[in-house]
């Protein structure tokens, strides 16, 4: 049965014709895009006989099964996917440093989560899947990811051809797309993302409109310090991030959430960021939260704007 079966939507055909666009978008001769598919190719023979989604590190593949030929083939493969911005993962005994430690947000989610058991789950913006294994140790029916950048979409390709995971997918699709997918999830994760759209409403009411009736919004932000029902509007860039668009208070972003129509909205952790969580590695060698941040204070941005924090929201459908 094609995954897309599982998802009670009427856009098959819709959705059927983006994902065939996004195919032949893929399949252009292109270096960047014919180095993924590469590094793709030179593994696609290795299945893992093992793994462990228990823990903060993803484990995928124990060292003694791949022979040194393999072995050298999938640290190449796992080099080439470089930078590795979400993790910990360990691929057959090679220990991946990712520059974020996402198990420090996965572990502040666990509290307020839901049984994901059995349930259709989305994962906008999942990266390189981080989260979506460490959801399939809760054996949902379906976590698809939506992820439009081919680095990031490929890597996760690479890891569950490892892996073997049915039940995880993801396709170059973006939050833009929500809207083929009326009422279909009972889970929606939104880690990282809406001060990335200069849309921040038209975003939480696509995820909205995803959503089953009943269904649950995870959601977590950048945001400023303060009470006030505000955002922040930096002139260019944020933290040096150039597409960042509204930062808002936790106050706004409860306002952003109850304006589009959420119901039973908690905000249930948040803390200042720091270079504990977000730094350079040997797997992501380029600049990193210190090299973002005022060098003399550290409560400011270097573009001098207060510094981010990060909250978290539960939220549902009626
Ligand atoms: C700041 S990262 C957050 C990743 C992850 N969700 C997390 O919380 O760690 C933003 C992610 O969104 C992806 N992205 C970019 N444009 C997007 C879009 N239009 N829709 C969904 N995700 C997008 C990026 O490629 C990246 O993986």
């Known amino acids: 049965m094609d995954y897309l079966d599982l998802l009670p939507t009427a856009r098959h055909e819709d959705i059927a014709r983006v994902l065939a666009e996004k195919e032949r978008w893929l399949a252009q001769p292109k270096k960047g895009f014919l180095r993924y598919r590469e590094l793709r190719e030179t593994v696609r023979h290795i299945r893992a006989a093992w793994h462990d989604f228990s823990g903060d590190v993803v484990r995928i593949g124990a060292p003694e099964e791949l022979a040194a030929k393999e072995k050298a083939q999938v640290q190449q493969v796992l080099r080439g996917c470089m930078p590795w911005r979400k993790g910990p993962f360990n691929v057959f005994g090679f220990d991946i440093d990712a520059e974020w430690r996402s198990e420090r947000k996965w572990n502040r989610l666990l509290p307020e989560m839901p049984d994901l058991a059995g349930k259709l789950l989305a994962d906008i913006g999942c990266n390189n899947g981080y989260y979506m294994f460490r959801m399939a140790h809760h054996q949902p029916r ?3 990811g939506f992820e439009p950048y081919v ?15 049915e039940n995880l997918r993801n396709e170059l699709l973006g939050i833009e797309h929500l809207h083929l997918f009326p009422d279909c999830f009972d889970v929606v994760f939104l880690l990282g993302i809406i001060y990335h759209r200069h849309s921040p409403l038209d975003a939480l009411r696509d995820v909205l409109t995803a959503l089953k009736p009943g269904g ?50 908690k905000m249930f952790c948040q803390h200042p960021m720091s270079s504990a969580e977000q730094r350079r590695t040997e797997w992501m060698i380029f600049e ?4 973002f941040i005022d060098k003399d204070d550290a409560a400011l941005t270097i573009e001098g704007y207060p510094a981010p924090w990060r909250v978290f929201f539960k939220a549902r459908k009626r």
């Open 142 to 144: 379906l976590a698809l």
């Open 151 to 165: 680095q990031h979409y490929s890597t996760f390709r690479i890891l569950n051809s490892f892996a073997g995971l």
């Open 216 to 265: 649950t919004l995870l959601l977590e932000s950048q945001a400023i310090p303060g009470n006030q029902p505000m955002a922040l509007f930096p002139e260019a860039t944020y933290a040096k991030v150039p597409g960042t668009w509204f930062i808002p208070t936790a106050a706004c972003l409860e306002n952003w959430l109850k304006r589009t129509g959420f119901r039973e909205i």
């Open 288 to 291: 990193s939260y210190e090299d």
